[in-house]
């Protein structure tokens, strides 16, 4: 079966003919519930939005906050009823019992020291370490110093 050759007029008129079958069509009718185009919020302008959140009918928005500061110190929420933790009575901070204070007693060592990567200073004897005292450059004078020009 030989396939059917479309010229370029075939073409343009079958596209003509699709256009006009799309602008005789009616759009669908919107959701049940939704916006009507007045109540839509526009991109560049005002629209719909809740009243219960964004209700400034008085015209001003602040309305509802406290707008003056007070004159003295005093916190007004400074007492909640509450405790805090950490203290006990009305006293000082709460630490551990002396029994696990006084049970550390070398204070120089490092519980972590064999979970620590050793470095390269680590593995130097004190020959090689010596590298790192060496004066680099000698100690300059400064010229301007005693604050003569």
């Known amino acids: 079966m030989a396939a059917r050759k479309f010229t370029t007029e075939d073409i343009e008129a079958h596209i003509q003919d699709i256009q006009n079958?799309?602008?005789?069509?009616?759009?669908?009718?919107?959701?049940?519930g939704s916006a009507?185009?007045?109540?839509?919020?526009?991109?560049?302008?005002?629209?719909?939005?809740?009243?219960d959140i964004y209700d400034i009918s008085n015209g001003n928005k602040y309305a509802n906050y406290v707008q003056s500061i007070g004159v003295d110190d005093i916190?007004?929420?400074?007492?909640?009823?509450?405790t805090t933790l950490g203290k006990?009575?009305?006293?000082?901070?709460?630490?551990?019992?002396?029994?696990f204070l006084n049970e550390m007693v070398d204070?120089?060592?490092?519980?972590?020291?064999?979970?620590?990567?050793?470095t390269i200073a680590d593995r130097e004897d004190n020959y090689r370490a010596r590298r790192q005292m060496q004066v680099?450059?000698?100690e300059r004078n400064d010229p301007f110093a005693d604050g003569r020009l």
């Open 136 to 138: 680099i450059s000698p």
């Open 88 to 99: 006990k009575g009305g006293g000082g901070t709460y630490t551990a019992p002396r029994l």
């Open 107 to 118: 204070k120089d060592h490092d519980p972590m020291a064999q979970y620590k990567r050793p």
């Open 36 to 51: 009507k185009d007045d109540e839509r919020v526009m991109l560049d302008g005002g629209g719909y939005y809740d009243s």
């Open 75 to 82: 916190d007004d929420d400074e007492d909640d009823g509450g």
């Open 21 to 32: 079958r799309k602008a005789s069509l009616k759009p669908p009718p919107p959701p049940e």
